[in-house]
């Protein structure tokens, strides 16, 4: 795209850019018609503190975050295809579908059958899955725990009561990549870390943008010169990659952002919204019989918003329920919907639904953030475009750090 400098996407070769724009001008005189950077106006901005301040972010926002970068774009590529792979590798949990008219088993039995295979812990919660209605996983964790943390996954046949023989999600291969890619198996001080690293990626965008806007009106999209040099070709192929995958990522890195950040929101929900709900109900006396009410607990939720299904079953006296309450999860029908949650506090004694209420802004956030970061709700065409434009990103990152590399020899050698 430019003649003598990347564009916004490159995490590092701005200083290749601009001294490979000196450099060029003394040896060959660019074409008047392929560039204006020699314009008055140009010139003029390229001597401003704003360019010399946004060429200083862009450089070494792009340095920091490109190793980093790479990781990510070669993770986010297997995660964008985790579900064929988990079938590939036999790592998808197998439940035999139904006879058609095949009555669902009693929550609480099924229940009951996931504690038999470790019956020293207690049953906390239970995910619904969507793409697979035959088959639930019940959160077993320690008697005295409240998170999932210590959480043990038991897959059972929805429809037969019976457990079925998987794998913990959070040791497959696709898990262990998944935790690579948000949180560098550090918890929650590496999704921190991965939000700073989202941050950089944003910020050297933006600069990008900033210092090498004006150096690209008037030019041939996508002009790459074969025949003046291995550096400027390769700096042309970025700079025409670089234009393609910019709004990419751009959502990418702010969709990033967000995920980082969803464990901390959560926590703020938790000080906030549930604390509240806890204080709203503390009167009442705390839960002291079983699971009789489970099933009735569910029902009453889906028949307080007609058309909404369970997705998950929070347990009372877990992080995310009052001492009293199933919290339950449930999910629209169309559209959005099917991604944002509204929050049903349901009585385990005699299913009365309390309360629901939507999600507060900043988890609307975060809930939405993940199919845009990951691609996965378009089915198979998306997410082949998702992986191409991760994969330019790859080469935008690679290319832009050897274009920075390549510079620093003939930078030493013009000082001598």
């Not at 999932?148 to 897959?155: G, K, L, S």
Request: hydrophobic fraction near 50%; aromatic fraction near 8%.
């Amino acid at each position: 795209m430019t003649v003598d400098a990347p564009v916004a996407t490159d995490p590092a070769a701005c200083a290749a850019a601009i001294g490979q724009t000196s450099a060029q001008s003394r040896k060959t005189p660019a074409p008047k018609e392929a560039t204006q950077s020699d314009s008055p106006r140009a010139t003029r901005f390229t001597t401003s503190r704003t360019f010399r301040t946004a060429l200083w972010l862009h450089r070494w926002t792009g340095l920091i975050a490109a190793p980093f970068f790479l990781i990510l774009c070669i993770t986010g590529t297997i995660l964008i295809f985790h579900h064929e792979i988990d079938e590939a590798l036999g790592q998808d949990a197998h439940v035999e579908a139904p006879a058609p008219g095949t009555p669902e088993r009693p929550l609480a039995e099924i229940v009951t059958a996931a504690l038999a295979t470790a019956p020293e812990r207690r049953p906390l919660g239970m995910v619904f899955d969507a793409d697979h209605p035959e088959r639930v996983m019940v959160a077993l964790v320690p008697a005295n725990e409240r998170g999932f943390d210590a959480a043990q996954f038991v897959t059972m046949d929805l429809f037969r009561g019976t457990p079925v023989a998987s794998v913990d999600p959070r040791w497959t291969p696709t898990g262990l990549v998944l935790r690579l890619h948000a949180n560098w198996f550090l918890d929650l001080p590496g999704e921190l870390i991965g939000g700073v690293i989202a941050v950089l990626v944003v910020v050297c965008l933006v600069s990008g943008i900033v210092v090498y806007g004006p150096f690209i009106k008037g030019l041939a999209l996508g002009e790459v010169r074969r025949k003046r040099g291995r550096r400027l070709q390769q700096r042309d192929l970025h700079n025409l990659f670089g234009t393609i995958a910019l709004g990419w990522t751009l959502l990418v890195g702010a969709t990033g952002i967000a995920l980082a950040l969803g464990n901390i929101a959560l926590k703020v929900w938790q000080g906030t919204e549930l604390q509240r709900l806890a204080a709203a109900y503390a009167r009442e006396a705390p839960l002291s019989s079983g699971l009789s009410s489970l099933d009735a607990a569910r029902a009453a939720a889906e028949a307080a918003r007609p058309g909404w299904r369970t997705t998950f079953i929070l347990f009372p006296g877990s992080d995310f329920s009052t001492a009293r309450h199933y919290t339950i999860l449930l999910v629209g029908p169309v559209g959005l919907q099917k991604r944002l949650f509204e929050i049903a506090l349901v009585d385990a004694v005699d299913a009365r639904v309390d309360e629901i209420t939507q999600l507060p802004w900043y988890l609307v956030v975060t809930q939405i953030s993940q199919p845009l970061h990951f691609g996965d709700y378009g089915g198979l065409p998306l997410k082949l475009f998702w992986a191409g434009c991760a994969w330019l990103a790859l080469f935008i990152t690679a290319n832009g750090a050897w274009l920075w590399w390549a510079r620093r020899p003939r930078k030493r050698s013009r000082a001598a």
